[in-house]
């Protein structure tokens, strides 16, 4: 849905301070003049569109090695919020990833967009099984969100005696014997029967009726984006036995070597306890190679055999007069920020002295501030290096990036930054994106936040259009955030971030 016209926003909050999502009056596009002058004109050439997805997190929840005990260490009662303000290993909604994709895809088919690129983190833990249904769930086909025992649900959201623990938000209800979770008697979260057997039922996914285009994210090659997938923790995700809670030793030292992949760190939630699960080897890791592999397989979008020669996710196409440059900035060494080789760098120098009389579309995962990622023993090109390179080609004019889960815009000298919001947190959004030759010497960049198809509040359905209007509701309310300033702007940012014209010079009208 096209938020010019409409926008959906929190509501009134309820008992205990949960809050329904209501309709809003759309938001007219703010035009920005930090480039350069508007002047008017209404001669303006379309140079090209397409729609933006990214951070779509299609997730395994029930994955034995997925570590939603380490998020409550930012909980509102944890004596270590105040130095563990986000950890990201755990949300109300993720059981529902896929259903939002299926919803979203239907709201992009709509948009009128050339093409369509989702830039990185398309799966949560860099498994097969994720993998393939990201790939079903934007080219087509049947969909199944379950794995290990078929019908029976096996992560923590189930209200299982064994392994009930009220941290977590348990829509099946409260065992017998004991005591509500959190998430409903703390925050007003709704009880949903049934809801995890139609979350994991499988269904037919639309597909997107444009050509589209992939990147490479952190999510895509990284156990939750941060950890190489080692042989000792890949055993375990196929295996029986699920991480289950955290090992001895200090909070903080385990939760910042997770966040740098320190393998000794990493080993010892291995020690941890454990719950026994049913083993699945779908759930088995792909690496890089693996990833790009499985696209050029199912259409290529936009990788080819070069890429799977070569071990490389960088590549180019072109639309129009834009030279579109889709950069990996993943380190696979490890971390969740990034950078880039200095084998891709010579490569984007390359492309960018060889097209002088083009317009530059950069495509990343990452944003140029978050390029700052140097593990491992090779040299890492950083954001102040990639900037100077920039700087030298007036000819960039815009990059599109996701990561940071906020829409934000960003001036740079000559180009701008976009970055959209993920499709697993609030506001659960994608763009579309337009250029325009404003035959004045200036280019327009026109971008509009659109929404999905799932509808203002669940009711109670099981398909998927209604699961993902549940998974919006559910995110807006996530109790770790209630108490943060920036809440109303959080994901959604603010006015000057989503429906936006940009201003910028025309660097091909400087040269002719």
Not at 119 to 136: H, K, M, P, V
């Amino acid at each position: 849905m096209d938020t010019t016209r409409r926008r959906l926003i929190r509501d009134k909050p309820g008992e205990l301070g949960y809050q329904r999502i209501a309709a809003a009056p759309g938001e007219a596009h703010l035009v920005r003049e930090d480039l350069a002058p508007a002047s008017g004109t209404s001669e303006r050439v379309s140079l090209g569109s397409f729609a933006h997805l990214s951070d779509l997190h299609v997730m395994d929840a029930q994955s034995p090695t997925r570590v939603e005990f380490l998020e409550r260490h930012a909980d509102p009662d944890s004596p270590y919020r105040e130095y563990i303000p986000l950890v990201g290993t755990y949300r109300p909604q993720e059981i529902f990833t896929p259903h939002v994709v299926e919803a979203m895809v239907r709201a992009v088919n709509g948009s009128g967009a050339a093409f369509a690129i989702s830039t990185g983190d398309a799966t949560d833990a860099c498994q097969d099984n994720e993998l393939r249904s990201y790939l079903t769930l934007l080219d087509g086909g049947s969909v199944d969100p379950d794995s290990g025992e078929r019908g029976r649900w096996e992560g923590v959201h189930a209200s299982d005696p064994a392994t009930y623990d009220v941290k977590y938000w348990h829509p099946g209800g409260t065992p017998e014997g004991s005591e509500d979770d959190d998430a409903r008697r703390l925050y007003g979260f709704p009880s949903a029967p049934g809801v995890l057997g139609a979350a994991a039922a499988p269904f037919t996914a639309t597909g997107l009726e444009m050509p589209w285009y992939a990147v490479h994210g952190n999510h895509d090659n990284l156990l939750q984006g941060c950890v190489p997938p080692w042989p000792e923790i890949a055993e375990v995700t196929v295996g029986p036995a699920k991480l289950a809670g955290q090992p001895e030793g200090d909070t903080v030292e385990l939760l910042a070597g997770f966040d740098r992949a320190d393998r000794e760190v990493v080993d010892r939630l291995l020690d941890g306890p454990l719950t026994k699960v049913t083993a699945d080897p779908g759930r088995r890791h792909v690496s890089r190679g693996e990833w790009v592999a499985a696209h050029v397989e199912c259409h290529g979008h936009g990788f080819g055999a070069d890429n799977v020669s070569a071990g490389t996710a960088y590549y180019a196409f072109d639309h129009g007069v834009l030279r579109c440059l889709v950069l990996d900035t993943v380190n696979h060494h490890g971390s969740w920020q990034g950078s880039l080789d200095v084998a891709q760098f010579e490569w984007l120098t390359a492309e960018l002295e060889a097209g002088q009389d083009r317009l530059f579309v950069l495509f990343s995962h990452h944003p140029l501030h978050t390029l700052i990622n140097d593990t491992g023993p090779d040299r890492r090109i950083l954001t102040d290096e990639l900037a100077a390179l920039l700087r030298l080609f007036p000819n960039v004019v815009l990059w599109v990036n996701g990561h940071t889960h906020e829409n934000t815009v960003t001036p740079y000298g000559s180009f701008w930054e976009i970055t959209t919001a993920s499709h697993i947190d609030w506001p659960q959004q994608a763009r579309l994106i337009e250029l325009f030759d404003n035959r004045d010497g200036t280019l327009s960049i026109v971008a509009t936040t659109l929404d999905h198809n799932g509808p203002p509040g669940w009711d109670g359905g099981g398909d998927p259009a209604a699961l993902a209007g549940f998974s919006r509701e559910l995110s807006a309310n996530y109790w770790q955030h209630r108490d943060d300033p920036r809440r109303e702007s959080r994901g959604s940012g603010t006015a000057a971030d989503r429906n936006v014209e940009l201003l910028l010079h025309n660097p091909l009208a400087r040269q002719g």
